[in-house]
T-cell receptor, first 113, second 112 residues
């Protein structure tokens, strides 16, 4: 079964450092997303990406965040200057259409120290 | 504020029983409804999507949607211990966005 692949599975970084989280969506999906889940809390939307541009973003997705699709397969989330409160599980997801259910990747656990 | 509400549980049912999970949402214009299962420490996994009123069945799972009453439910028949997980309801709250809002999830425990 096709899957969404995320790397790394766990990243520890110093506060103020830049991190890049990587994702390979399902190849025939057109819509890509980043979500995060702080431990014990809800899954929260960050950003959606379609046709090589951001289609929607939440209030969480401020100037410290950026996304990129550098080639035909990878989809990345960059956090420029990490804060302690950025510690969370970050999930990449993809879907074949805008109203379809998502396939989530296994997540990257980001720990900011 | 537009919300998706779920009872956090835990909901405890014996093996073989029917587990009933409920979700209410605040936006009458919502069009797309999803149930995801999330095991502890893992990512959400799509179980069901439902778009129109009524029931939708897939194996042991049945999603029920009532737009007039603004609720969506998930029934799990013949519950197994492997069904023990948190079940997340996600609803596309209208206003031109397809992005679903997730509820906090209901923890289900199926005991042998």
């Amino acid at each position: 079964e096709p899957e969404v692949t995320q790397t790394p599975s766990h990243q520890v970084t110093q506060m103020g450092q830049e991190v890049i989280l990587r994702c390979v969506p399902i190849s025939n999906h057109l819509y890509f997303y980043w979500y995060r889940q702080i431990l014990g809390q809800k899954v929260e939307f960050l950003v959606s990406f379609y046709n090589n541009e951001i289609s929607e973003k939440s209030e969480i997705f401020d100037d410290q965040f950026s996304v990129e699709r550098p080639d035909g397969s990878n989809f990345t989330l960059k956090i420029r200057s990490t804060k302690l409160e950025d510690s969370a599980m970050y999930f990449c997801a993809s879907s074949p259409g805008p109203a379809a259910g998502y396939t989530f990747g296994s997540g990257t656990r980001l720990t900011v120290v | 504020q537009k919300e998706v509400e779920q009872n956090s549980g835990p909901l405890s049912v014996p093996e073989g029983a029917i587990a009933s999970l409920n979700c209410t949402y605040s936006d009458r214009g919502s069009q797309s409804f999803f149930w995801y299962r999330q095991y502890s420490g893992k990512s959400p996994e799509l179980i069901m999507s439902i778009y129109s009123n009524g029931d939708k069945e897939d194996g042991r799972f049945t999603a029920q949607l009532n737009k007039a009453s603004q609720y969506v439910s998930l029934l799990i028949r013949d519950s197994q211990p492997s069904d023990s997980a948190t079940y997340l309801c996600a609803v596309n709250l209208s206003g031109g966005s397809y992005i679903p809002t997730f509820g906090r999830g209901t923890s289900l425990i199926v005991h042998p």
